[in-house]
C-alpha cells in the first residue's frame, strides 16, 4: 500500500500540472491576428439583419417544402425560386466579406445598395409562379420586421392588387380546358380582366349558344 505521504506527493504533482494547462498563455507572435483583419464588433444592425434573413429563411423554406408535398409542380417551382435565391445568397456573402473591416456606416451604405439591388427580384418570383408564392408575398410584406424595408415595399404591391396575366396565357388555358378554340364557345370573351386574386382572374364573356354573358373564372398556372 502507498504511504500517506506519497500519495500526498502525486496529487500535488497532479494539480500544479492542471493548473499549467489551464492557466491562461500568450498566444506564439508568428500566429498573432494582424490588426487590419481582426474582426470588428458590430452593433444590433447586424445581428437584427441576421435575425430577420432567419426568419425569413425559415418561413419561405417552410412554405415552399408544405408546397412541394402538394403540388405536381412543387418541385419545378422550387427549382425556379432556388435560381433566384442563389445569386441573391452568393451576392449577401460578398457583400458581408467585402466589409467586414469596415465601419459600420460604410458597411450600412454597402448593405443599402445590396437591398437596392435585389428588392425586386422576390415580388418577380411571386408574379411568375402566382398561386401559393403570392400568398406567401402577401404575408411577408405585412411582417416589415422581418424583411428590410425595400423588400416590404416592393412586395406591398401584392397586398394592393395583383397584375393579371396576359390574355395570351388565359385563352390557352381556356382553350387547353375546353379542348376547343375559344370562339367556337364564346361569341366575345373580354381579354381585359374584370380582377385578379393570388390563384387567378376573371373575365366577362359571352356564351356563344345562348347568348348569355357569363363571367368565367379562370385558374392561372
Known sequence: ?????????????????????LSPRPAPKSFSTPP????????????????RGIQGTALVSGGIATYCYTSDEGAWRY??????????????QRVSFQTSSLSETEQQKAFDEYHAKWADEPLRVC???????????????GQPDMLP???????????????????SSIKK????????????????????????ASIGQVHLATLKSTGEQVIVKVRAK
Open 1 to 21: 500500500m502507498l504511504s500517506s505521504s506519497l500519495l500526498n506527493s502525486g496529487r500535488r504533482l497532479m494539480a500544479r500540472r492542471l493548473a499549467h494547462v
Open 36 to 51: 487590419a483583419l481582426a474582426p470588428k464588433v458590430n452593433n444590433g444592425n447586424k445581428s437584427s439583419l441576421l435575425k
Open 79 to 92: 427549382l425556379v425560386v432556388l435560381s433566384a435565391l442563389v445569386p441573391m445568397f452568393v451576392d449577401y
Open 127 to 141: 408574379l411568375e409562379l402566382r398561386g401559393f408564392y403570392v400568398k406567401m408575398g402577401q404575408v411577408m410584406s
Open 149 to 167: 424595408q425595400p423588400y416590404v415595399d416592393s412586395l406591398k404591391v401584392l397586398q394592393e392588387d395583383v397584375p393579371p396575366h396576359p390574355f
Open 173 to 196: 388555358i381556356v382553350e387547353d380546358e375546353l379542348q376547343q378554340p375559344l370562339e367556337a364557345v364564346y361569341s366575345s370573351f373580354d381579354p381585359s380582366a374584370l380582377g385578379a
